[in-house]
């Protein structure tokens, strides 16, 4: 039996594929095509992979937040501009973008897909947010593309997209965007040795989402993301570790980097369970390409300290309020 890719995709968040029963007591779901009328606030987590290597399978991390059609990307890892495709989302929509942190994984893509916006129609202009240097890296961006984007312009009578993308660096924990219909509030988290890190939380007329990825165990994030519909956290497998480090080239002080800067599969369960969190969804999975590790695996400790439902993201996965 042939089945396509999106037709997997649904079997494997329905739990019916071996290895993924953790899902089916979780409500979540993949991406589907908007019935019509108004629709709760979703989450659906594009690429679920920890880290900028590009391989098959999960893709590096991205997630989108859909509010009354209106789309709030969040990280633009390698791979964002297909997933939001494939999850239905017109990548001249995108209205938002907010960014964790400069780490590549969770930017290399920006420029790109708002690139891949302009060309297929964008003329509304786009915020983006990230710490300090987002600002510069856009304007690196458009300098790199420059000659298409003046040929383009001049070709094509297109608007310009460098007055279209509005970057804005984040300096301290707190609001940074207030639309009437969504509250997005920044905080700073430690992601040794980087400092300039923040977490978010996205307050929507039908619920609130907090994401935090990247970050080490930091309890104060509990405190930030108490009574949330849903967290959405990033996660290491301390076992899985030692035999990616052996597969990856040149990773001498790889091993030392992630155990420093990201949370144990056992931590976040008692990051959820001090902010009381209505859903737990494990994401930003280090390693991510690892077959070996099944959603169980990934779950187990967290549950040790974790009462609530847990999702195991994939990527396309819908998470519903
Ligand atoms: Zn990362
Ligand atoms: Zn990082």
Known sequence: MTLDRRTLLQLSAMGAIAGSSMLSTAQAQTAAPAPAGKRKARWICLGTKGGPRVGLGRSNPANVLIVDDVPYVVDCGPGVSKRLVEAKVALPDVRYVFVTHLHSD?????GNMVYGGWSAGLNHPVEAFAPIGMEALTKAYWESIKFDVDIRIADESKPDPRKLLVAKDIKDSGIVLDNGKVKVTAFKTPHPPITENFAYKFETPDGVFVYACDTSFNPALAKFAEGADVLIHETIYVPGVDKM??????????????????TTTEDVGKIAAMAKVKKLVMTHFVPGDDPTITDEMWAADAKKHYSGPIVVAKDLMEIEL
Do not use: P
């Open 106 to 110: 969770h930017v290399l893509e920006y």
């Open 245 to 262: 480090v052996a597969r990856v080239k040149n990773a001498a002080t790889l091993k030392e980097h992630l155990i420093a800067s990201h």
